[in-house]
């Protein structure tokens, strides 16, 4: 019995077109907000290269959460993606990056983020890794630097 309800919905499904957004009121202004994503705090443009590479190209489904707010009054959507082995600290440092970045009101989506780890550039796995697991108790942001030209934003951590 289930299959033929499946079969009944696939069928419905291909041969009717079904939309079910399309005909809803809004639905088009909704589509026109302007879509800001964040993972682990951070927007999605400026995550470094090896971070994606080593860390979130490996994630499942299961691995995140997200959430969504939807600012009418700015028409933006923000798009807030966690995972599960980003703890405090991380998310603390990515936080506080976009706040002075928010400040100094320079384009983020032309930005990428360098971390310097404990005098050391992030560079492998294990790197990242360590980062990802740094506790807000225990860390000190040293300083953070931002050169337009070259598109980098530099953040010096120290782990105590």
């Known amino acids: 019995m ?7 919905l696939i069928c419905l499904n291909v041969f009717c077109r079904l939309n079910a957004q399309t005909r ?9 907000y302007e879509l800001c994503i964040y993972v682990d705090n951070l927007s999605q443009k400026s995550i470094p290269d090896i971070f994606v590479s080593t860390y979130y190209d490996k994630l499942k489904t299961s ?8 600012d009418s009054i700015h028409k933006r959507r923000e798009v807030h ?14 936080k506080y990056i976009m706040d002075h970045v928010t400040n100094l009101n320079c384009e983020l989506g032309k930005m990428k983020v360098l971390y310097i780890y404990n005098n050391k550039e992030v560079k492998t796995k294990e790197d990242v ?4 697991r740094l506790r807000k108790k225990s860390i ?4 953070i630097t ?7 934003i530099t953040v010096y951590v120290i782990d105590q």
């Open 2 to 8: 289930k299959v033929y309800i499946y079969l009944i």
């Open 24 to 32: 809803i009121a809004g639905n088009e202004q909704y589509n026109s």
């Open 63 to 70: 691995d995140f959460k997200i959430s969504q707010v939807i």
């Open 81 to 94: 993606v966690r995972t599960k082995k980003a703890k405090d600290g991380f998310l603390f440092v990515n």
């Open 129 to 132: 890794m360590s980062v990802l």
């Open 140 to 143: 000190q942001i040293s300083e």
């Open 146 to 152: 931002q050169d337009e030209q070259s598109g980098l």
